[in-house]
């Protein structure tokens, strides 16, 4: 079997919940923001799994990423790699993948627990609170073992979410490495803006392989207020990443910013010369809004299978747009079912 694209992340089950401001406050949450959970925020997971209305949906970034990539594509198209427990958490996450045919190749702890993520959603907004567990054991010796290599060296694409870069920045230097050796499109998401400012130094170390670098606008920020950048100009930002060192001189990098529902900003550097470009998103109403959970998972799958199929970076970007729109009416980061298409 061959899969066209790879996927590397810490797959996670949402325990998803409805939260008041003043919770957020109470344990010192912003109202939107995704955060490694400290010892005085893990109270928050059993407070959430005792609520009536709490929802465990399959979540982690890139896994979510993953799905909505297998949504679009032709079947048996995505394996993701990440690392889970033994446990039910872990079925419920292997069910969501079937639900859409994507293929998992998990490494399996025997004592540690499925890794979670409180989403605490507000309104529009939604803070996310994880708890890495067995997600945050996996080893590139993984993606080494001949069947696992066998595959990564069959993909043409590969997308990693930044998020891994708190549990294996050698994992995705060994996929990177490769990509680069073999001129194979490489996607990297910035995922939270705790990446760009705590683990500034593992990113700048996997930086030269992406092609593709994919973040909100909340992220860039992170990122230039890091790198010593006038956060305000985001457009000099994307600039400043698009130029910044890269091994494979066979493709221009990339760089994707979305803001929400502003239109999304695209700057690529090639031969020297910078072409920048801004595309609409797919207008919602307000009220179809369920959440937004997963908003941004599901543009860079849109984004990706595009990718995959070939299509040029306007109709990729445009399928981003599209596959958001689709997933924030559902709840968390899910997709509509009978499958829409695009
Ligand atoms: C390392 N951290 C903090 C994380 C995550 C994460 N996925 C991987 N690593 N924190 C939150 N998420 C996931 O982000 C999705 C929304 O974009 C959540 O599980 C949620 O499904």
């Known amino acids: 079997m061959a899969f066209d694209l790879v996927c590397l992340g810490n797959p996670l089950l949402d325990l998803q919940v409805n939260v008041e401001k003043a919770?957020?406050?109470?344990?010192?949450l912003k109202e939107n923001d995704?955060?490694?959970?400290?010892?005085?925020?893990?109270?928050?997971?059993?407070?959430?799994?005792?609520?009536?209305?709490?929802?465990?949906?399959?979540?982690?970034?890139?896994?979510n990423t993953a799905r909505g990539a297998q949504y679009i594509l032709p079947a048996n198209s995505v394996l993701y790699f990440g690392s889970v427990g033994k446990d039910k958490y872990a079925d419920k996450l292997i069910e969501a993948n079937k639900s859409v045919g994507l293929t998992t190749a998990y490494m399996v702890q025997d004592d540690v627990a499925t890794g979670k993520c409180a989403a605490l959603i507000n309104g529009t907004n939604r803070s996310l609170v994880t708890d890495l567990g067995a997600a945050n054991h996996f080893k590139p010796s993984h993606l080494e073992?001949?069947?696992?290599?066998?595959?990564?060296?069959?993909?043409?694409v590969f997308y990693v979410g930044g998020f891994h870069l708190?549990?294996?920045?050698?994992?995705i230097e060994l996929l990177g490495k490769h990509a680069a050796e073999e001129n194979k499109p490489f996607v990297l998401n910035f995922s939270a803006p705790f990446i760009p400012?705590?683990?500034?130094?593992?990113?700048?170390?996997?930086?030269?392989?992406?092609?593709?670098?994919?973040?909100?606008?909340?992220?860039?920020?992170?990122?230039?207020?890091?790198?010593?950048?006038?956060?305000?100009?985001?457009?000099?930002v994307a600039k400043w990443i698009a130029k910044s060192a890269k091994l494979n001189a066979k493709r221009p990098r990339t760089v994707v910013f979305t803001q929400g529902t502003d239109p999304t900003l695209v700057v690529v550097h090639e031969n020297g010369d910078f072409a920048v470009k801004e595309y609409?998103?797919?207008?919602?109403?307000?009220?179809?809004?369920?959440?937004?959970?997963?908003?941004?998972d599901a543009f860079a799958a849109g984004f990706v299978a595009g990718l995959v199929q070939g299509k040029d970076l306007a109709t990729s970007v445009d399928m981003g747009h599209?596959?958001?729109?689709?997933?924030?009416?559902e709840i968390g980061p899910s997709f509509p079912f009978p499958k829409q298409t695009y």
């Open 23 to 28: 919770y957020l406050d109470k344990y010192g």
């Open 34 to 63: 995704a955060i490694l959970a400290e010892e005085k925020h893990m109270p928050i997971f059993d407070e959430a799994l005792a609520r009536p209305d709490v929802r465990l949906i399959a979540g982690g970034a890139a896994q």
């Open 145 to 156: 073992k001949p069947e696992n290599w066998e595959h990564v060296k069959k993909a043409k």
């Open 166 to 171: 708190t549990v294996s920045p050698e994992a």
């Open 197 to 236: 400012q705590f683990f500034k130094d593992p990113l700048a170390r996997v930086l030269p392989y992406v092609d593709y670098v994919i973040c909100n606008e909340s992220e860039a920020a992170a990122f230039a207020e890091a790198n010593g950048l006038d956060a305000s100009d985001l457009v000099s």
């Open 280 to 296: 609409p998103v797919h207008a919602l109403e307000a009220s179809k809004v369920t959440d937004t959970n997963g908003a941004g």
């Open 322 to 329: 599209w596959l958001a729109k689709l997933s924030i009416q």
